[in-house]
């Protein structure tokens, strides 16, 4: 799942539909093949998608089995080959009538139905699936928040002790020293050829940069903030605060705290899941990085400490909300404070 703003030629633009939401503006976005070439060129997610299936074959046998937002149907293909007795493919976007015809050209359509349109509208021709798998997984974990989405299928069509896949997902928040990347996306707005722009300063800070944070700038340990447990948690859990403690491995200056997520299958023969954070392959959620007000000085063994509340945007269910309280009490610097982010 990816979210970046897809840039075309304005001649090749549609016109603005007003009537349009910002919900029809996501589906639509995943109408376009480039996002969905940058899902499934990212091997660690891809593959892990596909070596749970195909290693697990005894779980997909002669199973049915909903894919939640199936985009080209790979994860349906998947599960087809895998044994699966049938597979009900959910796309809303465009790219539906391009899993139609994929599954089609591979031999696929006795076992894999693909249905364009909403799961919260659409009737499956089926009172219950045993298995419901997703790649629902956006920047930040929840960015897009189609986690939802998937519980309410689980709800509706999973029967008991029917399998989500994965079934557990983990948000993490370290802290890193940045200051070449903060001078040059932050700071830049205080002195634009000689002129002072520091009010679009206190919107860049707000929104969290999602990018590959190189593991070197790393200072802290890495703090658990979140565990959800896919198969039994309600949509509200995704609404949450949590402390944290963040404590320093060596002398140096924080410029930013970097949330990152782990996912798991747990319900594997082995225990299979793929991370997001600095220190494991690279994949196309890359880190989200929220950038502090002041620098700190951090001495090795001192900590900041605070809470950090997440919850989906009031108009905009899509987007999310972050509230980050920190402070440190230490040789070089005493700071308490609170910032607003806004993932949009």
Not at 77 to 106: P, R, T, W
Not at 216 to 227: A, E, H, S
Request: proline residues 2%.
């Amino acid at each position: 799942m990816n979210s970046e703003a897809i840039h075309e030629d304005s001649s090749m633009r549609e016109p603005v539909d007003d009537d349009k939401t910002s919900a029809d503006y996501y589906f639509d976005s995943y109408s376009h093949f480039g996002i969905h070439e940058e899902m499934l060129k990212d091997v660690v997610r891809t593959k892990t998608y596909q070596n749970v299936i195909y290693r697990n074959t005894f779980l997909f046998k002669d199973k049915i089995v909903l894919d939640v937002g199936a985009g080209t149907g790979i994860l349906s293909l998947f599960c087809a080959k895998a044994g699966a007795k049938h597979v009900y493919a959910v796309e809303c976007s465009q790219m539906a009538d391009m899993a139609k015809e994929i599954v089609e050209a591979n031999g696929y359509s006795n076992v894999i139905t693909v249905l364009k349109g909403k799961i919260e509208e659409l009737d499956l021709p089926v009172p219950q699936v045993d298995i419901i798998i997703s790649e629902w997984m956006g920047y930040f974990l929840l960015y897009e928040n189609m986690l939802n989405t998937v519980l309410y299928a689980r709800d509706k069509w999973l029967v008991n002790n029917g399998i989500v896949l994965p079934d557990n997902a983990s948000l993490y928040l370290t802290a890193i020293e940045d200051a070449e990347y903060k001078e040059d996306k932050i700071e830049f707005w205080n002195n634009v050829y000689g002129f002072d722009m520091s009010c679009i300063r206190k919107q860049s800070i707000m929104e969290p940069l999602v990018d590959t944070v190189d593991q070197n700038q790393i200072v802290t340990n890495c703090q658990l903030l979140k565990t959800m447990d896919i198969s039994k948690m309600t949509s509200g859990d995704a609404s949450f605060t949590a402390p944290f403690k963040l404590v320093a491995e060596r002398d140096d200056y924080v410029h930013a705290l970097v949330a990152y997520f782990d996912v798991a299958f747990t319900v594997c023969h082995k225990l299979t899941g793929f991370s997001t954070g600095p220190r494991s392959r690279n994949t196309h959620w890359k880190q989200t990085v929220l950038y502090l007000e002041e620098v700190l000085t951090i001495c090795e063994g001192e900590s900041i400490t605070g809470s950090m509340t997440v919850a989906q945007n009031k108009k905009n269910p899509r987007d999310v909300d972050i509230t980050l309280k920190y402070s440190l009490n230490g040789q070089r610097c005493v700071i308490s404070r609170t910032q607003q982010y806004k993932m949009r």
